[in-house]
């Protein structure tokens, strides 16, 4: 699935600029954005819900069309579950509407209903729900069509793990998932690769584990007794922020961990010294925490 250089204005306000983004089967990727950062349009968009202004989104290295459309499953936010439909009904209607004549619809819809573990609230209606049991419904009906592409709006809720299990699983059987999400750690475990979305134009790209290892290494020190600003001025070492006996720093060039462990020692007492690879939220806390 590949999202190429699509943009979108809204009144005149450019929501999406030449987003780039690519899902290729056996992955999981992230859009990984803040608040209105343009996550949604970007989904909306490929699952053909609005149009773009320029660019296109091509599934199976076919632009979008009628055929392409089934083989493309969405997940909504968790509002996006209409409150007076029963859940069979709900997820009958998903699968017809994606082209499937009423027995296999029904068919498919008992199916994710057993996966799911939903076959006892079949007659229940959404607004009766429970949001782990609301979150399964979106799940099952975007999965009902047996959609090759899944494409999911902030997925990652109360349920994170089992939610991320079952995107896992489609990727595994040689699906693309793509995820949009505001959430860093979630990101961070659950994605193969991720698009940082700033203000509707990629900042940076690539695989997590690439970009996390491409990071200066960060440094937190917990020396409850030191004088503040003991860290300050070591060649090397940037200080990331300090509070409360607490340090966090990062460490440019080749500066050795060790030596600034013995510097720490010298300061004061060493309560907790953790060294490693940056997190996404310590990379981009600056671009996704700044809002739009
Ligand atoms: N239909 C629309 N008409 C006008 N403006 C819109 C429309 N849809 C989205 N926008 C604007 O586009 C911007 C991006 O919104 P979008 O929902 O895509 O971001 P998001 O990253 O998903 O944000 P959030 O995480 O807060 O849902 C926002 O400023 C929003 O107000």
Redesign the pocket.
């Known amino acids: 699935m590949e999202i190429d250089r699509i943009s979108k204005r ?2 005149g ?1 450019a ?1 999406l600029t030449e987003l780039s983004v690519r899902a290729d089967a056996g992955q999981v990727v992230g859009i990984l ?10 989904l909306r968009i490929t699952a053909g819900l609005v149009d773009p202004d320029a660019g296109e989104v091509r599934i199976g290295g076919v632009p979008r069309n009628e055929r392409t459309r089934t083989m493309l499953g969405y997940l909504p ?1 968790r509002r996006g579950l209409p409150d007076g439909v029963t859940v069979l009904d709900h997820l009958v209607h998903l699968a017809e509407l994606h082209a499937m004549a009423t027995n296999d619809a029904h068919r498919a819809a008992e199916v994710q209903l057993a996966a799911f573990g939903l076959r006892e609230v079949r007659s229940a209606h959404a607004r009766d729900l429970t949001d782990g049991e609301r979150e399964r419904v979106l799940l099952a009906g975007a999965l009902v069509h047996a959609p090759t592409v899944l494409v999911c ?2 997925p990652f809720g109360e349920h994170a793990e089992q939610t991320a299990q079952v995107l896992r699983e489609h990727a595994e059987r040689g699906g693309a998932v793509l995820v ?1 999400t ?1 959430d860093t750690t979630a990101a961070q475990r659950f994605c193969d690769r991720v698009t940082i ?1 700033h203000n ?1 134009q990629s900042v940076a790209e690539g695989a997590v584990a690439e970009l996390r290892a491409a990071g200066a290494t960060q440094v937190v020190v917990e020396m409850p007794d030191a004088r503040p600003g003991w860290a300050e001025g070591i060649p090397g070492v940037e200080v990331v922020a300090a509070e409360q006996g607490r340090t966090v720093l990062r460490l440019t060039g080749n500066t050795d961990d060790q030596v600034l462990l013995r510097m720490a020692m010298a300061a004061g007492r060493v309560r907790a010294f953790r060294s490693g690879e940056p997190t996404l939220a310590d990379l981009f806390a600056p671009v996704l925490g700044s809002g ?1």
Do not use: F
């Open positions: 809204y009144a306000t929501v954005g803040g608040a209105r950062s343009g996550k949604t349009t970007a936010q709006d902030e949009a505001g979305l509707g739009s």
